[in-house]
């Protein structure tokens, strides 16, 4: 009798255990398939002709350029594009998001606060000869942002100075316009 006792214990633990390995399984392919698909948001959001510019920054002959955001669920999706009129290679050294308030009086503590990319698209390519471009998408978790705040975008250069800011106020963030799937 008692053995009869453990061994149903024990295929009632199996099935358990059997029970949560499925549902482990059924969370991380969940989590693979969104993942695929905010890459191929990212993808097809690059490979879209139209680029509607929210800020643009010039220096030595390269421009950086803000444009196209998009929402999609709980992620916004930003296309950056630098373009190098130079005949130097523009070597990216990192490319950092952040949110800031705009203005801020004399002797005033500003705070930052960063934020980093869920997704990206285009960042293989860090170097960008001379006279050509190359088009970044990056993919955020969305966060909350104030009419006193805005997102700024900075690309510094590897050992040089042609360093690149770019900002995105509310107004952008919220005017974003949204994904429906995979093949927008």
Not at 13 to 25: G, H, I, S, T, Y
Not at 29 to 48: D, F, G, I, T, Y
Not at 78 to 96: Q, T
Request: glycine share 4%; hydrophobic share 40%.
């Amino acid at each position: 009798m008692k053995s009869f006792k453990i061994i149903l214990m024990l295929q009632i633990m199996l099935l358990r255990v059997a029970a949560f390995a499925q549902e482990m399984n059924t969370v991380l392919l969940n989590k693979v398939h969104s993942e695929l698909s905010v890459e191929q948001l990212s993808r097809s959001l690059a490979h879209k002709p139209s680029f509607k510019v929210v800020s643009r920054d010039k220096e030595g002959n390269v421009k950086g350029s803000l444009g196209d955001i998009s929402v999609y669920q709980n992620n916004l999706f930003y296309k950056l594009e630098v373009a190098n009129g130079s005949n130097i290679p523009f070597d990216i050294d990192f490319i950092r998001f952040y949110v800031r308030d705009l203005e801020t009086a004399k002797r005033t503590v500003t705070q930052e606060q960063e934020l980093y990319p869920v997704s990206t698209f285009g960042t293989e390519r860090s170097s960008i000869p001379g006279r050509s471009s190359a088009i970044y998408v990056f993919s955020l978790s969305k966060f909350p942002i104030t009419k006193d705040k805005a997102l700024f975008v900075e690309i510094y250069e590897k050992n040089g100075g042609r360093h690149l800011y770019l900002k995105a106020k509310q107004r952008d963030i919220t005017r974003a316009s949204a994904m429906t799937g995979a093949t927008e």
